[in-house]
Nanobody, 125 residues
Framework: EVQLVESGGGLVQAGGSLRLSCAAS????????IGWYRQVPGKGRVGVSC????????YYEDSVKGRFTISSDSAKNTVYLQMNVLKADDTAMYYC??????????????????WGQGTQVTVSS
């Protein structure tokens, strides 16, 4: 059974940092690109960042470039999203999902693929 379990969300002040984790199981981790998406109430899920575990390529939505860093640890089957210099606009529910691609960055996506349950990130201004 495929499982994606996110953790690391919380409440942080603007300018602060958080690191999200996505623990994956039930599939061959190194074969897939895994990504982070975010959703605010009333809108769809938007691609934030994606990492291709087969070659290490990374992709980012424009508004997070230079502030967020995605990484993965194949020994732990875990994908991370380091979020620095957080802004109020980063407030959202963050989801881990696969597959992902560069085409999904900054655009609303459907629910195809596999998704975690989400972790809330709230940035106070």
């Amino acid at each position: 059974e495929v499982q994606l379990v996110e953790s690391g969300g919380g409440l942080v002040q603007a300018g602060g940092s958080l690191r999200l984790s996505c623990a994956a199981s039930g599939f061959t981790f190194d074969d897939y690109a895994i990504g982070w998406y975010r959703q605010v109430p009333g809108k769809g899920r938007v691609g934030v960042s994606c990492i291709a575990n087969n070659d290490g390529s990374t992709y980012y939505e424009d508004s997070v470039k230079g502030r967020f860093t995605i990484s993965s640890d194949s020994a732990k089957n875990t994908v991370y999203l380091q979020m620095n210099v957080l802004k109020a606009d980063d407030t959202a529910m963050y989801y881990c999902a696969f597959p992902c691609s560069a085409l999904a960055m900054g655009v609303e996506v459907g629910m195809a693929g596999y998704w975690g349950q989400g972790t809330q990130v709230t940035v106070s201004s």
